[in-house]
């Protein structure tokens, strides 16, 4: 499979094509384009051994869905890999992805504790749940 570059309004338009957060976005983009699905032989196998993000006592599945809004906007993101996933930034923590994709309303960037923010669906979960009460159900 090749990479190619693209802008971030091809990007967004991608994300919002994705029917759930396990799909690739090389299957989105083929529905987009019209092509129909992978045939099977040229359908990446899934890497098993994609690591949790952990960090004080709190681990999170690879998979795991995350949301935040901040300013009336709602931001969407995975844990992929042991790295926060949100809108093109893979950062290391809450806060990192937080203050990666929220902004000010005149634009302006802000650091921001990301723990009071998200909200996570772990694999299996049918319910979110902030990341602020994490500890308190382990």
Known sequence: MRTID???????????????????????LRRLLKLGPPPEDETPQKDKSMRPWSKG???????????????????????????????????KSASGAASAVARTRDGGKVNINGKAYWQVRRPGDTDWTPYADLKRKR
Request: a negative charge; charged letters at 30%.
């Open 57 to 91: 006592g709190i681990t999170l599945p690879h998979g795991t869905e995350l949301r935040m809004e901040y300013n009336g906007i709602l931001h969407l993101g995975r844990i992929a890999d042991g790295m926060w996933e949100v809108e093109g930034h893979r950062e």
């Open 6 to 28: 693209i802008d971030f309004d091809i990007h967004r338009l991608i994300q919002l094509e994705r029917r759930s957060f396990d799909e690739p976005e090389y299957v989105a």
